[in-house]
């Protein structure tokens, strides 16, 4: 595609080719380093192009485990490169555009797709086939691209960063829907297969069977366990409904709320933050640092080191390009907070 040419001096590389679904916590660590390495080497961007299906873990992996200027721009296609209206091309050329664009430095992991600019922390694969299935239910997107020209229109208040070493070993974590009629009892099967936590997405605005609370209060003895909403848009709620399953209760029995993270998002956040080494209460504060009330809106960092057990400082962001996940101590937590 001559466009692109005209737009950036292109390095390609494969990392892998396989279906989107077998992609792993491990290859977005090699992922990241690659990207970092480009980066260093006077990249502008990065473009990671891959099958859609994960997109919305992958990329929001990604914005978790990046903390460079230059933005990591997502993209892939809907559409089969023979069929009539193939998308592919278009998204390509677009993500490579916003890439390479100065307004879209310090926004951390993008997913660009039908000229639409989303943040991998909101964006959600929404549809199995449309070209337009990429949606950020609570927001909309951020910008979009115009005759080539990427626009930002709303940036996020805050963004979290994740030092996780490239070989770490990111444990598994479970995510159960709760779903009328059923007592929970896959629950209690979490500890004797091996996760270290749960993220449980539970009815409405974060509550489950009373039947299921001693099994949630035990398995919360034994690991991290996160309470989203199976709704898919809105916050888990802390102070509404008391009652026995109601989210009151379940958040005295030491449930992480995930805020305006859904399931697949928070997975992905507790996954890094065990593969982090963070300590309970910092993975709480993770959770609660992408909240919408998460933290001081002026310019700066919070610093939660996870090897000091909750030793807070704060700092400034760095200015470098450099400045990757992969660099920092393990258990480093970053809120860039803009
Ligand atoms: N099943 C494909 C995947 O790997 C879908 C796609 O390529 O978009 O995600």
């Known amino acids: 595609m001559h466009e692109i040419e005209e737009v950036a001096d292109l390095r390609t590389e494969q990392i892998a080719q396989r279906a989107s679904p077998s992609l792993t916590f491990a290859d977005l660590l090699t992922l990241r380093d690659k990207a970092a390495q480009r980066v260093d080497e006077g990249s502008a961007g990065v473009v990671i192009t891959q099958g859609t ?12 485990l990046w903390s460079a200027r230059a933005p990591i721009v997502v993209t892939g296609a809907m559409r089969a490169p023979g069929a009539p209206g193939a998308d592919g091309p278009a998204n390509l050329l677009a993500a490579v555009q ?17 000229d ?22 609570q927001l909309g997107p951020l910008g979009w691209v115009t005759e080539g020209r990427p626009v930002i229109a709303t940036i996020p208040a805050r963004r979290l960063h994740l030092t996780v070493p490239s070989d770490a070993n990111v444990p ?7 779903a009328l009629g059923d007592d929970g009892r896959i629950l209690t099967t979490l500890p004797s297969l091996g ?57 005295e029995l030491g449930v ?83």
């Open 172 to 178: 598994p974590v479970a995510l159960v829907r709760l």
């Open 195 to 251: 996760y270290a936590g749960a993220v449980l997405e539970g009815f409405g605005g974060g509550h489950v069977a009373p039947a299921t609370v001693p099994l949630i209060e035990s398995l919360a003895a034994r690991m991290p366990v996160v309470l989203a909403s199976r709704t898919g848009s809105g916050e888990v709620l802390s102070r509404t409904y008391r009652y026995p399953g109601s989210e009151i209760e379940l958040l």
């Open 53 to 64: 299906d994960t997109i919305e873990e992958t990329a929001f992996a990604l914005d978790l």
């Open 256 to 338: 992480v709320r995930a805020g305006a993270l859904d399931g697949l998002k928070a997975r992905v956040l507790l996954s890094l933050c065990l593969a982090a080494e963070l300590a309970k209460h910092q993975i709480a504060s993770a959770f609660e640092m992408l909240g919408p009330d998460g933290g001081p809106a002026t310019p700066g960092a919070a610093l939660l080191d996870g090897a000091a057990h909750g030793k807070a400082t704060t700092s400034r962001p760095s200015a470098t390009d450099g400045d990757c996940g992969s660099r920092r101590a393990p258990g480093t937590l970053v809120d860039s907070t803009r």
């Open 98 to 114: 916003v890439a390479a664009s100065p307004a879209a430095r310090d926004l951390g992991a993008l997913v660009v797709f039908g």
């Open 116 to 137: 639409e600019i989303h943040a991998a922390r909101f964006v959600a694969k929404a549809h199995t086939s449309s070209p337009a299935a990429f949606r950020s239910r």
